[in-house]
Nanobody, 115 residues
Framework: QVQLVESGGGLVQAGGSLRLSCVASGIIVSSNAMDWYRQAPGKQRELVAGFTRAGSTNYADSVKGRFTISRDNLRNTVYLQMNSLKPEDTAVYYC?????????WGQGTQVTISS
């Protein structure tokens, strides 16, 4: 059974930083596509950053240069380091894993950026 558990969200001022964590079980983060998505109120869920199965990374244009995705294979955990945060980064952030043809999602963690 795959479980993805996010943590690290919170309320910070614009310009601040947060690091999100996604602890995975039932899926090996180093061998599968793992991503961070976000969904703001009234908007569609969007891809923020991700690892492909091959291990390369990709980022949404809106976060390039500010966010960094990384992983700890021993802890089977994926991280999202978010710097220079802006009010428009406010959203619920979700961890996503693709195992074969199946998509798995965490419960989400709220990130709120005050101006």
């Amino acid at each position: 059974q795959v479980q993805l558990v996010e943590s690290g969200g919170g309320l910070v001022q614009a310009g601040g930083s947060l690091r999100l964590s996604c602890v995975a079980s039932g899926i090996i983060v180093s061998s599968n596509a793992m991503d961070w998505y976000r969904q703001a109120p009234g908007k569609q869920r969007e891809l923020v950053a991700g690892f492909t199965r091959a291990g390369s990374t990709n980022y949404a244009d809106s976060v390039k240069g500010r966010f960094t995705i990384s992983r700890d294979n021993l802890r089977n955990t994926v991280y999202l380091q978010m710097n220079s945060l802006k009010p428009e980064d406010t959203a619920v952030y979700y961890c996503h894993g693709l195992l074969g043809y199946f998509n798995y999602w965490g419960q989400g963690t709220q990130v709120t950026i005050s101006s």
